[in-house]
């Protein structure tokens, strides 16, 4: 009977929610309708992209970035702007990377890398020496000092193409390239070079960030990726020869830590202005592309958000801010201080929404949150399917949002179709071109919907049993 008695009570929660939202959807509508007619995300990534270009954290794009987003924000007419200093390491690239292998001497074929992002630069005449390939670090361990000590190691191990979700393909091999400098220079290697985290066979390689963990500067070794389409090349070449070699030379440096910042802006709550809602994207990318996926889109799409409340004049119950992160991509800094600042101030993030994951069309959203808080959530589901928005999960967040986790609160990722986004990650093939201005459009309404209802109707008090 109890267990009957539960259900019954489970049903009723969901109804009541139910009935609250029913007139909400006039407000969706009109929200996708001004986003898709009279958006400014499209706009707004353009100029990011093609006026400023890629923002490497500590660089001078990084700081154009920081300055044309605060501009941006004042435009609004938000009631607050305000940039939030924080140290942020600098890595630079310097000349671009060459690399080839060697069959016999004098007989060459070139291969497409590109450093790691933290990796150290190679001797000014660049590293030559043999290849051992492994898919693992239990295999690497299994061949021990005595076949790796000298040697490159190439870490070849693939993202599953049979996975549906490819950022859990991802996450299945991007160890290799975030540890993999420090595990195989414990045995001795000369240097790493790791496949590209892609799905893409292709000459293009993916950059992204790495780790020497606690490796005393002199022990840590060169660190590059390789494009998929060579990997492939590469690893055909060793089984038939294993005594060819690897030319590698790579000039990027770490320098000093710098001064940049989080661009933050409000509109003001006006019944519970001590409660905080939070949307956001991080505004540093890599190097090779502009940076229109990871994360220009993101950063307008949270722009738009707060743009869209204005120009329908929605007058939010609770303050909503839009920040955009310095640093996510090798560091975290800006989220960490921006947590940091918000446990001082003692500030109340009720919820919290971020776009990293590439301008493709949204299917949804992951969430971090209590059973009853998402039960909630789920209730509005109808609500999206209009819209084709129809994946509401648990599961996570995001990066830059993460840190501000706590008991009561839900954070949430937006969730694009993914099929494309490893085509393009930390890629040359990070560009303005492949952004499609419709997929962007209904993304920003998407994450302004969530925003919009989380707003009216806040958390769901979870009272202790």
């Known amino acids: 009977m109890s267990k009957i008695l539960s259900n019954i009570k489970h049903l009723i929660f969901l109804f009541s929610f139910s009935a609250f939202s029913q007139g909400?959807?006039?407000?969706?509508?009109?929200?996708?309708?001004?986003?898709?007619t009279d958006g400014k995300a499209y706009e707004w990534l353009d100029f990011l992209s093609n006026q400023i270009g890629g923002r490497l954290s500590g660089s001078l794009n990084a700081e154009r970035a920081?300055?044309?987003?605060?501009?941006?924000l004042i435009k609004l007419g938000l009631d607050e702007v305000r940039l939030q200093p924080v140290m942020v390491p600098k890595w630079v690239r310097g000349n671009p990377e060459f690399a080839y292998v060697e069959t016999k001497p004098g007989k060459t074929l070139n291969m497409n890398v590109c450093a790691l992002g933290g990796s150290v630069s190679t001797p000014p005449a660049g590293i030559k020496a043999k290849v051992v390939e492994v898919s693992s670090f239990d295999?690497?361990?299994?061949?021990?000092r005595d076949k790796v000590e000298g040697k490159i190691v190439f870490y070849n191990r693939a993202m599953d193409k049979s996975i549906i979700d490819t950022f859990k393909s991802y996450v299945g091999c991007v160890d290799q390239r975030y540890d993999g400098a420090f595990h195989?220079?414990?045995?001795?290697?000369?240097?790493?070079?790791?496949?590209?985290?892609?799905?893409?066979?292709?000459?293009?390689?993916?950059?992204?960030?790495?780790?020497?963990?606690?490796?005393?500067?002199?022990?840590?070794?060169?660190?590059?990726?390789?494009?998929?389409?060579?990997a492939d090349l590469l690893s055909s070449m060793l089984k038939m020869d294993n005594s060819i070699k690897f030319f590698l030379k790579q000039n990027c440096?770490?320098?000093?830590?710098?001064?940049?910042?989080n661009v933050i802006g409000e509109i003001k709550g006006s019944e519970f202005p001590d409660e905080y809602i939070l949307v956001g994207g991080h505004l540093d990318s890599w190097d090779l592309g502009d940076g229109s996926h990871d994360d220009g889109a993101g950063c307008v799409q949270s722009m738009e958000v707060l743009r869209l409340f204005k120009v329908l004049e929605i007058k939010p119950k609770r303050t909503l801010r839009v920040v955009l992160f310095m640093n996510e991509e090798n560091g975290l800094r800006g989220a960490k201080k921006y947590a940091s600042e918000s446990r001082k101030n003692k500030e109340n993030h009720i919820f919290a929404l971020e776009s990293d994951a590439g301008a493709f069309t949204p299917r949804g959203f992951y969430f971090e949150a209590d059973p009853k808080n998402f039960n909630q959530i789920l209730s509005w589901k109808d609500l999206f399917e209009p819209y084709l928005i129809h994946f509401f999960e648990l599961g996570g967040s995001g990066s830059d949002v993460g840190p501000l986790k706590n008991s009561v609160n839900v954070l949430a990722g937006l969730k694009p179709d993914s099929q494309r986004y490893f085509d393009h990650h930390h890629s040359s093939?990070?560009?303005?071109?492949?952004?499609?201005?419709?997929?962007?459009?209904?993304?920003?309404?998407?994450?302004?919907?969530?925003?919009?209802?989380?707003?009216?109707?806040?958390?769901?008090?979870?009272?202790?049993?």
């Open 429 to 465: 093939n990070d560009i303005f071109s492949t952004i499609n201005k419709r997929e962007l459009e209904i993304g920003a309404a998407t994450m302004a919907s969530l925003i919009y209802l989380f707003d009216k109707y806040g958390l769901v008090k979870v009272t202790k049993q």
């Open 253 to 261: 440096k770490q320098l000093d830590d710098v001064l940049s910042y």
């Open 139 to 144: 295999q690497l361990e299994a061949l021990g």
């Open 66 to 72: 920081v300055n044309w987003a605060e501009s941006e």
């Open 24 to 36: 909400d959807s006039i407000v969706l509508n009109e929200i996708y309708k001004t986003s898709l």
């Open 184 to 230: 195989a220079a414990k045995f001795g290697a000369v240097a790493i070079i790791v496949r590209s985290m892609t799905l893409a066979i292709d000459d293009l390689p993916h950059t992204g960030s790495m780790s020497y963990g606690n490796l005393s500067v002199q022990q840590r070794i060169p660190a590059a990726a390789i494009s998929t389409k060579d």
